[in-house]
């Protein structure tokens, strides 16, 4: 199991919530929105070797091989960089990059990259252009392997924490 950060949001990952993000330096806190906001509220792939398989976007993986499988927990950093869990995916693949097309265009044809966008409208806020759909997904995990978590301390030990979300 590893630790990975996670853009802090307050409707459980399901859309964005709106508001600075994280360093001004950072996705977030360029754009006030991380795509992982929709981790929990992407739905299940239609077809193809993903068929009933989630994707979604986790900083942590984006510099991992393709077809990287772990456990991660994923958490918020809080003050005095206290780390909180938040949700839990197991067996969370990351995709390669022709998976991740193929899910951009699924997602496209179906609707949600527009929903996406109107999400990001109502706070003000809009996708960067030039993005690669492994900038908008890069993991696939089957919906019934995530679970919200309730706020607890990350636990240590053998886990490692991923700092690549700054």
């Keep these: 199991m590893r630790y990975a950060r996670i853009c802090p949001n307050t409707l459980s990952w399901c859309q964005p919530s709106g508001g600075s993000k994280?360093?001004?330096n950072s996705f977030p806190g360029i754009h006030g929105f991380g795509f992982d906001e929709w981790l929990l509220g992407a739905p299940t792939i239609n077809g193809?070797?993903?068929n009933g398989f989630r994707a979604?976007?986790?900083?942590?993986?984006?510099?991992?091989m393709p077809?990287?499988?772990?456990?991660v927990t994923l958490y918020l950093l809080g003050p005095g960089l206290s780390r909180t869990s938040v949700i839990e995916v197991r067996q969370c693949r990351r995709m390669t990059?022709?998976?991740?097309?193929?899910v951009f265009?699924?997602?496209q044809s179906s609707g949600f990259i527009s929903s996406m966008q109107n999400q990001l409208s109502l706070h003000g806020?809009?996708?960067?252009?030039?993005?690669?759909?492994?900038?908008?997904?890069?993991?696939?995990?089957l919906p019934s392997s995530a679970s919200l978590l309730q706020h607890q301390p990350c636990t240590s030990g053998y886990t490692?924490?991923?700092?690549?979300?700054?």
């Design 160 to 166: 490692r924490y991923s700092t690549l979300y700054r």
């Design 105 to 107: 265009n699924q997602y």
């Design 97 to 102: 990059d022709a998976e991740a097309a193929y």
């Design 125 to 141: 806020l809009s996708m960067p252009q030039n993005q690669q759909p492994l900038d908008h997904f890069n993991v696939v995990f």
């Design 22 to 24: 994280g360093k001004p």
């Design 48 to 50: 193809g070797h993903l």
């Design 56 to 64: 979604g976007f986790i900083q942590a993986y984006k510099k991992q």
């Design 67 to 71: 077809n990287f499988i772990d456990d």
